[in-house]
């Protein structure tokens, strides 16, 4: 039987992308799924989605920036897990597009951090009084491949996936000893809107340089939504503790382990082959 089976499944970022992917993969596993996410447009084609495949999924508009709404959100779905197995996948993020960090307003960089890692730490901590008292569960975090090496043009995003790393790591042996797992997830390139949806920012960055990025990315862009999702169930269902999806992802991780510092010379001239110089003067 799979550990879906019945099981209370929070998916955040679920109307497109790898969200809506683990949504219906979640739901075809047997599990009640919870599909979040701050659109509501993207959200009601997920759920239109799983009823073209006769599947059933409940949707929930929520902006996971806004600590009040998660609040809401987990006093709402607790009362109605009637003790069941607890899944969370903080899957919900964003990036934005503003070249290097000289040319990053503060702003711009908070308004990421406060979706892409206090979103995760909110998001559990709402929860977790949950799965401490029902001792039955996984936690799922989104960090990235660039949660575990340095990218020039990608501070914030950067700063946010290894804060969400080093979160997940630490809630791993803090829950050693009871049956909530966690995993933290470091996609590749997977073929999403994220890069697409992002907008010139700050000044220095614009709509020209955007679309050679997006077009670069979507051509070296080598995971499947469809692909990436399956990946991160099977591994909740194996209870893997970490996850590295894509031969790009998994290619970064071996350098940036074989060579802590070295790799920044090494991944610089990659990234140069593969995406130029977007952001020089």
């Given at each position: 039987?799979s550990?879906?089976?019945?099981?209370n499944?929070?998916?955040?970022?679920?109307?497109?992308?790898?969200?809506?992917?683990?949504?219906?993969?979640?739901?075809?596993?047997?599990?009640?799924?919870?599909?979040?996410?701050?659109n509501?447009?993207?959200?009601?084609?997920?759920?239109?989605?799983?009823?073209?495949?006769?599947?059933?999924?409940?949707?929930?508009?929520?902006?996971?920036?806004?600590?009040?709404?998660?609040?809401?959100?987990?006093?709402?779905?607790?009362p109605?897990?009637?003790?069941?197995?607890?899944?969370?996948?903080?899957?919900?993020?964003?990036?934005?597009?503003?070249?290097?960090?000289?040319?990053?307003?503060?702003?711009?960089?908070?308004?990421?951090?406060?979706?892409?890692?206090?979103?995760?730490?909110r998001?559990?901590?709402?929860?977790?009084?949950?799965?401490?008292?029902?001792?039955?569960?996984?936690?799922?975090?989104?960090?990235?491949?660039?949660g575990?090496?340095?990218?020039?043009?990608?501070?914030?995003?950067?700063?946010?996936?290894?804060?969400?790393?080093?979160?997940?790591?630490?809630?791993?042996?803090?829950?050693?000893?009871?049956?909530?797992?966690?995993?933290?997830?470091?996609?590749?390139?997977?073929?999403?809107?994220?890069?697409?949806?992002?907008?010139?920012?700050?000044?220095?960055?614009?709509?020209?340089?955007?679309?050679?990025?997006?077009?670069?990315?979507?051509?070296?862009?080598?995971?499947?939504?469809?692909?990436?999702?399956?990946?991160?169930?099977?591994?909740?269902?194996?209870?893997?503790?970490?996850?590295?999806?894509?031969?790009?992802?998994?290619?970064?991780?071996?350098?940036?382990?074989?060579?802590?510092?070295?790799?920044?010379?090494?991944?610089?001239?990659?990234?140069?082959?593969?995406?130029?110089?977007p952001?020089?003067?």
């Amino acid at each position: 039987m799979s550990y879906f089976n019945n099981a209370n499944t929070i998916i955040t970022g679920a109307g497109s992308g790898m969200g809506r992917q683990m949504a219906l993969q979640a739901t075809k596993r047997g599990a009640r799924v919870i599909a979040a996410d701050y659109n509501a447009t993207t959200l009601d084609e997920t759920k239109a989605l799983a009823q073209a495949q006769g599947l059933a999924i409940e949707t929930f508009v929520l902006d996971v920036a806004n600590a009040q709404a998660i609040e809401a959100f987990a006093q709402q779905l607790i009362p109605t897990f009637n003790k069941g197995r607890l899944i969370l996948i903080n899957n919900a993020g964003v990036s934005i597009f503003t070249g290097n960090f000289e040319h990053t307003p503060l702003d711009e960089f908070e308004w990421l951090i406060n979706v892409n890692m206090w979103g995760v730490i909110r998001l559990t901590k709402a929860f977790y009084p949950y799965f401490l008292e029902h001792n039955n569960g996984h936690i799922v975090n989104l960090s990235s491949v660039f949660g575990l090496g340095g990218m020039g043009g990608n501070s914030a995003y950067c700063t946010s996936k290894f804060a969400v790393r080093g979160f997940t790591e630490t809630l791993r042996m803090e829950l050693a000893d009871t049956n909530v797992g966690t995993t933290s997830v470091h996609p590749g390139g997977v073929k999403t809107n994220i890069v697409r949806n992002q907008v010139p920012k700050g000044g220095h960055t614009t709509d020209e340089m955007l679309s050679n990025v997006v077009n670069k990315f979507e051509k070296n862009a080598r995971t499947t939504p469809e692909h990436a999702a399956q990946q991160i169930l099977d591994a909740v269902e194996k209870k893997k503790t970490r996850l590295v999806i894509g031969s790009d992802g998994k290619m970064l991780d071996f350098v940036t382990r074989l060579f802590p510092q070295a790799y920044t010379n090494i991944v610089r001239k990659k990234a140069k082959k593969s995406f130029g110089e977007p952001f020089k003067k």
